[in-house]
């Protein structure tokens, strides 16, 4: 398993994006290029040609997952007037539209559903690097407490 230091919070944003543009995880740097799909002779699209082993598609939610990410929140719902507000909304027209719509009506409930939302990609997006063979180094390396005197020690763990 390869540790790279990524940017989660972008990559989760990717994989949640809907824009039109394919964004690639160069999986010897960690960086990611963002290509259009229409761009057929950049320098970068180039690149991935040459070498498709290092680079990976980021993917992109579907409808269909979107649509399961909020049938799965439902589950952990027990607001009696929530519930059935945003269970209708599922199965209306426009869901995604009508959910985000009816969800702003209960501000703790909007609350619980953007963390469960992030729990749920951040969840994605980990299991999708680790198939690929990557773990995202920590955001904060533990502190290399040797050699620090004792009171200095004291003074940067007391910030922390």
């Avoid at 985000?100 to 997006?125: G, H, T």
């Amino acid at each position: 398993m390869r540790t790279f230091t990524l940017d989660l919070d972008a990559l989760i944003q990717l994989i949640n994006g809907r824009d039109q543009q394919e964004h690639w995880l160069d999986l010897e740097s960690g960086s990611v290029l963002s290509l259009s799909p229409e761009d057929h002779y950049s320098e970068q699209r180039q690149q991935i040609e040459l070498d498709p082993h290092r680079y990976s598609q980021v993917p992109q939610l579907d409808m269909a997952q979107r649509l399961a990410m909020r049938e799965a929140f439902l589950f952990t719902l027990d607001d009696l007037h929530a519930h059935p507000l945003l269970s209708a909304a599922l199965t209306s027209r426009k869901p995604l539209r009508a959910f985000d719509y009816e969800i702003e009506a209960f501000a703790p409930i909007r609350q619980q559903w953007q963390a469960y939302e992030l729990k749920q990609l951040r969840e994605y997006a980990l299991n999708w690097l680790y198939e690929l063979g990557i773990e995202p180094a920590p955001d904060k390396l533990p502190l290399d407490t040797r050699g620090i005197p004792r009171d200095i020690l004291r003074r940067l763990t007391k910030s922390a």
